[in-house]
């Protein structure tokens, strides 16, 4: 059975730092691609950033190149995401998300930026 497991989530003041964790369980293959997506209150899931397992590209939404940065460990099936120079708009809730024939979610991380 397939796990997707968050951490690092908490509370930071603007401008500060946090590296969010995603530790993938039950596959037999590596997925293909593990992807961050966030949902702040009242708005809809939005895709963050994703990575793929085969060749290592990354793609980022607009609002945090620059800031954001995802990475993977293929041997341990896990994805990283580094957030810095934090805004009070990326508060939400973080999901891993990963797929590889079927897509899987994880249950999510608060983040929230604040003062």
């Known amino acids: 059975q397939v796990q997707l497991v968050e951490s690092g989530g908490g509370l930071v003041q603007p401008g500060g730092s946090l590296r969010l964790s995603c530790a993938a369980s039950?596959?037999?293959?590596?997925?293909?691609?593990m992807t961050w997506y966030r949902q702040a209150p009242g708005k809809e899931r939005e895709m963050v950033a994703t990575?793929?397992?085969?060749?290592?590209?990354?793609y980022y939404a607009d609002s945090v190149k620059g800031r954001f940065t995802i990475s993977r460990d293929n041997a341990k099936n896990t994805v990283y995401l580094q957030m810095n120079s934090l805004k009070p708009e990326d508060t939400a809730v973080y999901y891993c998300?990963?797929?590889?024939?079927?897509?899987?979610w994880g249950q999510g991380t608060q983040v929230t930026v604040s003062s």
């Open positions: 039950g596959f037999v293959f590596s997925p293909d691609v």
């Open positions: 998300y990963a797929r590889r024939r079927s897509i899987y």
């Open positions: 990575v793929s397992f085969i060749n290592g590209s990354t």
